[in-house]
């Protein structure tokens, strides 16, 4: 079973996780599994940018982004070239890393998070 190595972030996941992570889920699902509470405004439906993360090993065993994802990525905060939306991204066969970025833009909120 692959692993998410989940980084450290001040927030969601302040000393960090390694994680078992079952192939096909989304690395959300397995985020919000294991207790770190990425933001998802949305609902991880792929209808805003909250849940941005960054793939810092493992990229290339993820199915390429659809074209939607694309276009909410294009107005992440901190956008990458490995950048992907949490609720998109599905765990393969191959370990990831993560990383939470420091920020995440919501145009839905209706105050300050």
Known sequence: MPQIIFLPHAEHCPDGMV??????KSILEVAHDNHIEI?????????????????????????????????????????????????QAKVGTEDL???IPKYSLNHAAEAPH
Do not use: K, M, Q
Not at 45 to 53: E, F, P, Q
Not at 60 to 76: F, H, M
Not at 77 to 86: A, F, V, Y
């Open 19 to 24: 994680v078992e992570a079952e192939t096909g």
């Open 39 to 87: 933001e998802s405004a949305c609902g991880g439906v792929n209808a805003c940018t909250t849940c941005h993360c960054v793939i810092r090993e493992g990229f290339n065993s993820l199915e390429e982004a659809d074209e939607l994802e694309e276009d909410y990525l294009d107005r992440a905060w901190g956008l990458e070239p490995t950048s992907r939306l949490s609720c």
């Open 97 to 99: 890393t993560v990383e």
